[in-house]
Each structure stands twice: as structure tokens, then as C-alpha cells.
């Protein structure tokens, strides 16, 4: 995700990180304080698949809504590992990998 946003910065928009805590963990409230008034997306990985943290999806969905921004989550590791279910997590859009859960390497899918 980090390097998606570096190539949009050389397109010449602008992105904001959001600190985690010692776990991992993004605070929902972080998110809601780097939101701008010119913010077009929040996206946030759902699952690192490394150190295994769960990202607390479902609360910043309910402040991006709020803003009425799109929210993004990248699942590629969390599909297969934890239950996913777009409309419960409150996502506009959420991206996976086939791969990831014995697909066809290669298959990816954003939507």
C-alpha cells in the first residue's frame, strides 16, 4: 500500500501515514484525526500477515462514512485466515489475492 501511495505522490497527491502501537495496531481514532478536508480514500491493510495483527476495520469504516470517504482494505492476508465479509466490515472496496487462499497465482482481484 505504501508503495501505491508514493507512486500517486509522484502524480502529485498527497498522503498521510497513521502511527500503530507496539502491536501493529492502527487507532481508529489516529485515522480520524489525519482525515482532511481534502481527503479522497483511507485505505489500511485488514491483517498483517507477518505479525499477525487484525486492524480494527469495522470502527473506521463507521468514521469514513461519517467523512463520506471511501475506505479501502487491502485482505490479501486475512481472506482465508479470518472470516471476511465486505458488508460487515463497512469497506467501499477490498482487495485479495486467489493465491493467498489456493487460487491461481497471479489472480488478483479489487472491487
Known amino acids: 500500500m505504501l508503495n501505491s ?5 509522484k502524480w502529485g497527491f498527497e498522503y498521510s501515514t ?3 502501537d507496539k502491536y501493529g495496531t492502527v487507532n481508529p481514532d489516529d485515522v ?4 482532511r478536508g481534502d481527503t479522497i480514500l483511507v485505505s489500511i491493510m485488514h491483517a498483517n500477515g507477518e ?3 487484525i486492524e480494527p ?5 463507521k468514521i469514513t ?3 463520506d470517504i471511501p475506505f479501502h482494505t487491502d485482505a490479501v492476508a ?6 471476511v465479509n465486505v458488508k460487515e466490515l ?3 472496496t477490498l482487495s485479495l489475492a486467489a493465491n493467498m487462499f489456493y487460487g491461481p497465482k497471479g489472480s488478483r482481484h479489487c472491487g
Not at 501511495?5 to 505522490?9: G, H, N, Q, R, S
Not at 480520524?32 to 482525515?35: C, D, E, G
Open 57 to 61: 476495520i469495522r470502527e473506521i469504516a
Open 5 to 9: 501511495a508514493k507512486t500517486l505522490e
Open 65 to 67: 462514512k461519517e467523512k
Open 32 to 35: 480520524r484525526k489525519a482525515i
Open 90 to 92: 463497512g469497506v467501499d
Open 18 to 20: 497513521v502511527p500503530v
Open 51 to 53: 505479525v499477525g495483527t
Open 78 to 83: 486475512a481472506v482465508g485466515n479470518i472470516p
